[in-house]
């Protein structure tokens, strides 16, 4: 293997702190204890469900925190299926045994297909490629020195220390710039307690790394994987944090959204980051856009001038994660977008 040559550049330190709280809307579920590992009775989080899909449901309906989960999480029996093996899979065995053995970018020229797709490919990515990785984004990372650094191989092939678990376990301390809370209507949404400025990331959308895409699509998101991620026709598996998430999975969608959701790499691995596209503020709300599919069947309640999904004839969705007390979902359609 060539030999890595290193950059001589520091990670980015994080930027002070800002601290003027701004108004949030509503009352936060904590007050700077971790909202999950709060001791509360499952009451205190009953909750009517309104614009129910089923409104025989109402009284049963109870609204669940998920459990907040530092890495994506792989079940290996679930991938056992060789049919879920990408083309090209390189890992020692199958099924594999992480997460990062399916979504390893391993980025070579040779892997991009035709001329006219490694062209596509090194104008959407060519800076990830050849400039350092998100690992410089990793703004909790207070404790880590300047170490961890990016670099390139001799064959300009991207290469650095950072690796999606660490990334992760770096932005692990999520609650000193967000903060969950109640949103009328839509269960919880995510706030920030940190100026952002456009195009900082804001983190990786955990959940579970699962083959096929689950009946319930309310948190689930589409990631590419294997070797030939960037080829048009690549395989996909999902991300699914309805049971299991991190504080990503908390943003709801605005058709006036100031965060996207998009596909990006630490090291050499694949994440699904969460980005800001404007500036955002304190005491802001952080929303991305669904997309069109989701809102098919739904009435948006976002209430932006420039809501595109107002329809009145459409019941809104149903507050997220309720359950009916035998344990059936309520809800049946829902997000699926990259
Ligand atoms: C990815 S979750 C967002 C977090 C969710 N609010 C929660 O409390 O867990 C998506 C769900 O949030 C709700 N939601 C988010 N944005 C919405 C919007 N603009 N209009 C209506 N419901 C929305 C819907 O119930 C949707 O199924």
């Known amino acids: ?10 990670a980015t330190k994080p930027r002070s702190h800002p601290y003027n709280y701004g108004p949030c809307p509503s009352r936060p579920i904590s007050n700077g204890i971790h909202f999950y590992t709060t001791p509360v009775k499952k009451k205190r989080y009953r909750k009517p469900i ?6 025989e449901d109402d009284e049963s309906a109870w609204a669940v925190m998920p459990k907040i989960i530092p890495s994506l999480k792989f079940s290996p029996y679930k991938w056992k299926d060789p049919a879920h093996k990408p ?9 594999p045994t992480s997460a990062e053995q399916l979504i390893n970018v391993d980025i070579k020229l040779e892997d991009l297909g035709t001329h006219r797709e490694r062209e596509a490919f090194f104008a959407k990515h060519g800076d990830l490629v050849k400039d350092d990785c998100l690992g410089k984004y990793c703004w909790q990372n207070t404790e880590w020195s300047s170490e961890f ?8 092939r991207a290469v650095c220390d950072h690796t999606f678990s660490e990334w992760n376990q770096g932005c692990a301390r999520w609650e000193t710039r967000f903060e969950i809370r109640a949103v009328a209507d839509m269960g919880h949404g995510l706030y920030s307690k940190w100026n952002w400025k456009k195009g900082d990331v804001l983190g990786a959308y955990l959940g579970e790394l699962i083959p096929t895409m ?19 026709g690549a395989q996909v598996a999902y991300v699914d944090a309805r049971e299991c998430g991190n504080f990503a999975r908390f943003a ?10 998009e596909e990006m790499r630490v090291g050499n691995e694949r994440v699904l980051a969460l ?11 952080v929303s991305v856009d669904y997309g069109d599919d989701y809102f098919k069947e739904r009435r948006c309640l976002c209430g932006t001038p420039k809501c595109k999904y107002a329809k009145t004839d459409i019941p809104a969705p149903a507050v997220a994660l309720a359950k009916k007390k035998n344990g059936r979902d309520t809800l049946k359609v829902g997000l699926v977008a990259l």
């Not at 293997?1 to 520091?10: G, K, Y």
């Not at 083309?87 to 099924?95: D, K, N």
């Not at 689950?214 to 048009?232: E, I, L, M, R």
């Not at 709801?252 to 959701?261: E, G, V």
Request: charged share 20%.
């Open 275 to 285: 980005r800001a596209v404007k500036a955002i503020a304190v005491g802001e709300q």
């Open 149 to 156: 650094l990016c670099a390139k191989d001799f064959d300009g």
């Open 214 to 232: 689950p009946q319930n699509t309310d948190y689930v998101h589409q990631v590419k994987v294997g070797p030939a991620f960037s080829k048009s």
């Open 1 to 10: 293997m060539a030999p890595v040559r290193r950059s001589t550049r520091l």
């Open 87 to 95: 083309t090209g899979f390189s890992g020692p065995s199958w099924p």
């Open 50 to 55: 309104v614009n129910a899909i089923d409104p």
């Open 252 to 261: 709801n969608h605005s058709c006036d959204n100031n965060a996207i959701f």
